[in-house]
């Protein structure tokens, strides 16, 4: 059963924690993003990955960190630098850098108490 | 600047009705032009995507136009069903390969009522 899953579907962190979002795929897609979903705004690119080992910043980075040591894989993780963390995170991938097409994750929802 | 603009904010109909949702855009150059489907709390799933020379393509009862030179882009709905409420969103891709440029409008989010 091909296709791209994130874990967990939602998580709740204090305040000055960081926390680590998953984000896998088995379909074979070189490229991988990560974007966050506030209500009443569109999605906002985080980070993307066009291959293993390299990852580029989106237009909101500021207080996020990801790796890309494996092609399956590409966690986010949230640093106690983000100001404003709270918000539905969006993982999705596309067969190469050049294809426009993207397959979503399920998200996750993170809430700061 | 590059950006989408998507009307109305939302919408209720009533099952088994027509509707039409809109979005308009400022980017340019332009390579497409995507319609995703965003059930509450998934992840968004593409319905139609459409390229500068393409004027309408359809996936089911799912109809979307494109008018590249006045930059405005529908998607018909027909036959409604409680399925169908979700949130709709126009995505537009500045150049093939875009990757982190694509341009995502806020969506609409449609009400399905029996």
């Known amino acids: 059963d091909g296709g791209i899953t994130q874990s967990p579907k939602y998580l709740f962190r204090k305040e000055g924690q960081n926390v680590t979002l998953s984000c896998e795929q088995n379909?074979?897609?070189?490229?991988m993003y990560w974007y966050r979903q506030d209500p009443g705004q569109g999605l906002r690119l985080i980070y993307y990955?066009?291959?293993?080992?390299?990852?580029q910043k989106g237009d909101i980075a500021e207080g996020y960190s990801v790796s890309r040591e494996k092609k399956e894989s590409f966690p986010l993780t949230v640093t106690s630098a983000q100001k404003n963390p709270t918000a539905f995170y969006l993982c999705a991938s596309s067969i190469d850098p050049w294809e426009d097409t993207q397959y979503f994750g399920p998200g996750t929802r993170l809430t700061v108490l | 600047k590059n950006q989408v603009e998507q009307s109305p904010q939302s919408l209720i109909i009533l099952e088994g009705k027509n509707c039409t949702l809109q979005?308009?855009?400022?980017?340019?150059?332009?390579?497409?032009l995507r319609w995703y489907k965003q059930d509450t709390g998934r992840g968004p799933v593409s319905l139609t995507i459409?390229?500068?020379?393409?004027n309408t393509k359809s996936n089911g009862r799912y109809t979307a136009t494109l008018d590249a030179d006045t930059k405005q882009s529908s998607l018909h709905i027909t036959a409604s069903q409680l399925s169908d409420s979700a949130s709709y969103i126009c995505?537009?891709?500045?150049?093939?390969?875009?990757?982190?440029?694509?341009?995502f409008g806020k969506g609409t989010k449609l009400s399905v009522k029996p």
């Open positions: 459409m390229t500068f020379s393409e």
């Open positions: 990955s066009q291959i293993v080992n390299d990852f």
């Open positions: 995505v537009v891709s500045p150049r093939r390969g875009s990757q982190g440029n694509l341009i």
């Open positions: 979005c308009n855009y400022t980017v340019s150059p332009f390579s497409n």
């Open positions: 379909l074979n897609h070189d490229a």
